[in-house]
């Protein structure tokens, strides 16, 4: 699952995670019928046209064993809405399938493939920021933290307040600007005092948010889904 | 959603750009989820107890029509008088005619939301009686004149020097600059009140249905000299607000202070069945129930049901970002915080509130923390669809939607719309971005991400059939 954002802005993440589920022996397919899980629709109030960027979906993954999502958001919003989406129509059962193998990636990873060692160096000071809908909705807490904790040379800086919202909330960022200013800044500040080097995520929705703070505010910190990490770090 | 009302961006930049104020709703709420944890911790299984007290509510909730019937009988057979109010109106005009009929001139109130809600005040002062305020942090608001800031923190936005300012007012002198003897000049002024009003009015945290009893938890004991000292007690309760019996209010109690103030218990809880009885010492000779409705019961099997389920322990507020961010007046309603965004649109309708449901971040940090398990993020969302029903079909947002949907099933549509974004990309990022105004929400305050040249789809299908991609 590539996710609309991952196929259009960050094509490296989904390459990253493809190249790290083959190293682990995954045969990995993109269904290249997927667009949109629906989420910001759904998020919005528009039930109807998330419903039909989900039909969609429920099509392109329809054959897959399991699906392996780039963002917890999109997963969650699967996971967790599908079911209600479809509740009632000829397609419940279709949905609740397809949450029950959906999966975040760093859950695949520890949960389904029982990950316990990687051949990875990364040499840098690393911050992480969860994302509320992963860590929340998907029940998504040290998976990630495990994964980096398997990294050679990587240093773990854990981030102050983690569990705290970065005020990117989809089309909130659009629809309450200011709102979500002052959040994305608190944010950034808690990551910049970890004093790290690259901050990562498991949601390029959030990444983007902050990132997109941290290079307005001139600081200089690398931005990378955890997948990238492993893919960069990999060895062998 | 169209734009957000003026009044609303106002008071949000009022708030964003008090850097004080900021820090100070910041540090509370560290403060109160530190509180909060430790109580939790020390109770143990902390989602069992919010499993138990889901259920004693939503059951509750959904036999409300049962345990009122049988909570109005026992408050009636402990010789109080009951009064169902089906609009704030009609229990402002009960209260007020109770008020007039004992020639009150001075009334104390303990703390309350619901009279909050119905506008108790203003129809008081208007017939000239005196309205107190004894819960200090109701007492502070009621003197600068503004609502309550959050549902168990009225003055939670105040610091020293405001209150010192605003009792020094009161005194006529100035008072010094220390928070003991702040107090105790309140304590002072209150305590001559409790003593010389006719009457006292407080909220119900809790009715007990099996045996008509009021539950009150307050921390100064202003409760209950406002219930106990005046000769009439009126105990003003949302219809919602009850729970089937004593081994029912354990756990919902419990979780109630516990939730809110991050305590075991509060210093009072005090129980109320009827007025004073010939055997006791204190205690007044009668006892008003008024059971407010107010667009309540419209809410009853309804998706909004579970709604009715909140125990009103405010912390909600704080664990939400957006709260701590705009601040409890923002909302422009008694109700502030997610539970706020939810029941002001639900009690008052869409009209002047429709923004309040996008007021969130959808974090879901209320509904980790919710003692009641109220599905907070879930009613923001159902409101958000019904909000977008009443959209017109043209809006910008339900053309975006539409449009995307549309995309969402054409792939090819969308693989071309991506490469076209990708090619045109690096022209269009020299452009100044004002261009395109609903990106100007963004970049006022982020770097806009770069379209990518070749979208993650073009490379894989160039990697034919999904041999290693070769990288962007």
Same mark, same amino acid.
């Given at each position: 699952?590539?996710?609309?954002?991952?196929? @259009?802005?960050?094509?490296?993440?989904?390459? *990253?995670?493809?190249?790290? /589920?083959?190293?682990?022996?995954?045969?990995?397919?993109?269904?290249? &019928? =997927?667009?949109?899980?629906? =989420?910001?629709?759904?998020?919005? %109030?528009?039930?109807?046209?998330?419903?039909?960027? @989900?039909?969609?979906?429920?099509?392109?993954?329809?054959?897959?064993?399991?699906?392996?999502?780039?963002?917890?958001?999109?997963?969650?919003?699967?996971?967790?809405?599908?079911? %209600?989406?479809?509740?009632?129509?000829?397609?419940?059962?279709?949905?609740?399938?397809?949450?029950?193998? &959906?999966?975040?990636?760093?859950?695949?990873?520890?949960?389904?493939?029982?990950?316990?060692?990687?051949? @990875?160096?990364?040499?840098? +000071?690393?911050?992480?920021?969860?994302?509320?809908?992963? /860590?929340?909705?998907?029940?998504?807490?040290?998976?990630?933290?495990?994964?980096?904790?398997?990294?050679?040379?990587?240093?773990?800086?854990?981030?102050?307040?983690?569990?705290?919202?970065?005020?990117?909330?989809? &089309?909130?960022?659009?629809?309450?600007?200011p709102i979500s200013a002052s959040l994305v800044d608190?944010?950034?500040?808690?990551?910049?005092? &970890?004093?790290?080097?690259?901050?990562?995520?498991?949601?390029?929705?959030?990444?983007m948010n902050i990132g997109g703070r941290l290079r +307005? +505010?001139?600081?200089?910190?690398?931005?990378?889904?955890? *997948?990238?990490?492993?893919?960069?770090?990999? =060895?062998? | 959603?169209?734009?957000?009302?003026?009044?609303?961006?106002?008071?949000?930049?009022?708030? #964003?750009?008090?850097?004080?104020?900021?820090?100070?709703?910041?540090?509370?709420?560290?403060?109160?989820?530190?509180?909060?944890?430790?109580?939790?911790?020390?109770?143990?299984?902390?989602?069992?107890?919010?499993?138990?007290?889901?259920?004693?509510?939503?059951?509750?909730?959904?036999?409300?029509?049962?345990?009122?019937?049988?909570?109005?009988?026992?408050?009636?057979?402990?010789?109080?008088?009951?009064?169902?109010?089906?609009?704030?109106?009609?229990?402002?005009?009960?209260?007020?005619?109770?008020?007039?009929?004992?020639?009150?001139?001075?009334?104390?109130?303990?703390?309350?939301?619901?009279?909050?809600?119905?506008?108790?005040?203003?129809?008081?002062?208007?017939?000239?009686?005196?309205?107190?305020?004894?819960?200090?942090?109701?007492?502070?608001?009621?003197?600068?004149?503004?609502?309550?800031?959050?549902?168990?923190?009225?003055?939670?936005?105040?610091?020293?020097?405001?209150?010192?300012?605003?009792? $020094?007012?009161?005194?006529?002198?100035?008072?010094?600059?220390?928070?003991?003897?702040?107090?105790?000049? !309140?304590?002072?002024?209150?305590?001559?009140?409790?003593?010389?009003?006719?009457?006292?009015?407080?909220?119900?945290?809790?009715?007990?249905?099996?045996?008509?009893?009021?539950?009150?938890?307050?921390?100064?004991?202003?409760?209950?000299?406002?219930?106990?000292?005046?000769?009439?007690?009126?105990?003003?309760?949302?219809?919602?607000?009850?729970?089937?019996?004593?081994?029912?209010?354990?756990?919902?109690?419990?979780?109630?202070?516990?939730?809110?103030?991050?305590?075991?218990?509060t210093t009072y809880v005090s129980a109320i069945t009827?007025?004073?009885?010939?055997?006791?010492?204190?205690?007044?000779?009668?006892?008003?129930?008024?059971?407010?409705?107010?667009?309540?019961?419209?809410?009853?099997?309804?998706?909004?049901?579970?709604?009715?389920?909140?125990?009103?322990?405010?912390?909600?507020?704080? #664990?939400?970002?957006?709260?701590?961010?705009?601040?409890?007046?923002?909302?422009?309603?008694?109700? $502030?915080?997610?539970?706020?965004?939810?029941?002001?649109?639900?009690?008052?309708?869409?009209?002047?509130?429709?923004?309040?449901?996008?007021? $969130?971040?959808?974090?879901?940090?209320?509904?980790?923390?919710?003692?009641?398990?109220?599905?907070?993020?879930?009613?923001?969302?159902?409101?958000?669809?019904?909000?977008?029903?009443?959209?017109?079909?043209?809006?910008?947002?339900?053309?975006?939607?539409?449009?995307? !949907?549309?995309?969402?099933?054409?792939?090819?549509?969308?693989?071309?719309?991506?490469?076209?974004?990708?090619?045109?990309?690096?022209?269009?990022?020299?452009?100044?971005?004002?261009?395109?105004?609903?990106?100007?929400?963004?970049?006022? $305050?982020?770097?806009?991400?770069?379209?990518?040249?070749?979208?993650?789809?073009?490379?894989?299908?160039?990697?034919?059939?999904?041999?290693?991609?070769?990288?962007?």
């Open positions: 699952m590539i996710t609309c954002l991952g196929d @259009a802005l960050f094509p490296r993440v989904g390459l *990253a995670a493809v190249n790290v /589920l083959r190293a682990l022996g995954v045969a990995v397919d993109f269904p290249a &019928t =997927q667009v949109c899980c629906g =989420q910001a629709a759904f998020n919005s %109030g528009y039930r109807a046209e998330a419903r039909r960027s @989900a039909e969609a979906y429920l099509r392109a993954f329809a054959a897959s064993e399991h699906v392996v999502s780039i963002s917890g958001s999109c997963a969650a919003m699967v996971c967790h809405h599908y079911p %209600g989406l479809f509740a009632g129509s000829a397609l419940e059962a279709d949905a609740g399938a397809l949450a029950e193998r &959906t999966y975040e990636f760093s859950q695949f990873l520890t949960d389904v493939l029982n990950v316990d060692r990687l051949p @990875a160096r990364y040499d840098a +000071r690393v911050t992480l920021h969860h994302s509320c809908h992963t /860590l929340r909705m998907l029940g998504v807490k040290d998976q990630p933290e495990r994964l980096l904790g398997m990294v050679e040379g990587l240093e773990y800086v854990p981030l102050a307040r983690a569990d705290e919202c970065c005020g990117f909330g989809g &089309t909130f960022a659009l629809k309450m600007a608190d944010k950034v500040d808690a990551v910049l005092e &970890t004093g790290a080097e690259v901050l990562t995520g498991l949601d390029m929705s959030c990444l +307005r +505010r001139g600081a200089r910190m690398r931005v990378k889904h955890l *997948a990238e990490i492993l893919a960069e770090g990999w =060895q062998g | 959603m169209t734009a957000t009302p003026a009044g609303f961006d106002a008071l949000v930049a009022l708030t #964003t750009g008090d850097e004080d104020l900021q820090r100070w709703l910041h540090d509370y709420q560290l403060d109160a989820k530190r509180w909060r944890d430790a109580a939790m911790a020390e109770l143990g299984a902390p989602e069992a107890w919010r499993d138990a007290v889901a259920a004693v509510r939503r059951h509750t909730v959904a036999h409300l029509d049962e345990y009122l019937v049988q909570f109005v009988d026992k408050v009636q057979e402990a010789g109080g008088e009951v009064f169902l109010a089906a609009t704030a109106t009609e229990a402002r005009e009960h209260i007020a005619a109770i008020v007039r009929a004992r020639g009150a001139r001075r009334v104390v109130k303990a703390k309350s939301m619901v009279t909050a809600e119905i506008g108790l005040n203003p129809a008081l002062e208007e017939m000239g009686v005196e309205v107190v305020e004894t819960d200090l942090g109701e007492y502070i608001v009621q003197l600068s004149g503004e609502p309550p800031y959050h549902i168990t923190g009225p003055a939670l936005h105040k610091r020293l020097p405001e209150i010192r300012a605003l009792f $020094s007012e009161v005194a006529g002198e100035e008072l010094p600059d220390d928070v003991e003897a702040l107090a105790a000049f !309140a304590r002072r002024v209150l305590r001559d009140r409790f003593l010389t009003a006719d009457v006292g009015i407080s909220g119900v945290n809790l009715g007990v249905a099996a045996t008509g009893t009021v539950v009150l938890v307050t921390n100064e004991g202003n409760g209950r000299m406002s219930t106990t000292l005046p000769r009439t007690h009126i105990a003003v309760m949302g219809i919602e607000r009850l729970v089937p019996d004593w081994p029912n209010l354990a756990p919902v109690l419990t979780m109630l202070t516990r939730a809110g103030t991050g305590e075991r218990a009827g007025p004073r009885r010939s055997a006791d010492v204190d205690g007044p000779d009668e006892l008003h129930v008024v059971i407010v409705d107010n667009g309540r019961s419209a809410l009853l099997g309804t998706k909004y049901q579970n709604a009715l389920t909140c125990i009103r322990c405010g912390c909600c507020a704080d #664990t939400c970002p957006v709260y701590r961010t705009i601040g409890g007046h923002a909302y422009q309603s008694v109700y $502030s915080g997610p539970i706020g965004a939810v029941i002001t649109p639900l009690l008052d309708g869409l009209d002047g509130h429709a923004h309040l449901p996008f007021a $969130s971040t959808l974090c879901g940090a209320c509904d980790a923390a919710c003692p009641a398990r109220v599905p907070l993020t879930e009613l923001l969302l159902e409101l958000r669809s019904d909000v977008a029903a009443r959209e017109s079909a043209t809006s910008s947002w339900g053309l975006g939607f539409r449009g995307f !949907a549309a995309l969402s099933e054409r792939p090819r549509l969308w693989g071309g719309a991506l490469a076209a974004a990708g090619a045109a990309w690096p022209a269009v990022a020299r452009l100044p971005l004002q261009w395109l105004r609903l990106l100007a929400p963004w970049t006022g $305050s982020r770097e806009l991400p770069a379209v990518a040249p070749r979208s993650f789809r073009r490379i894989w299908a160039g990697g034919r059939g999904g041999r290693r991609g070769r990288g962007c």
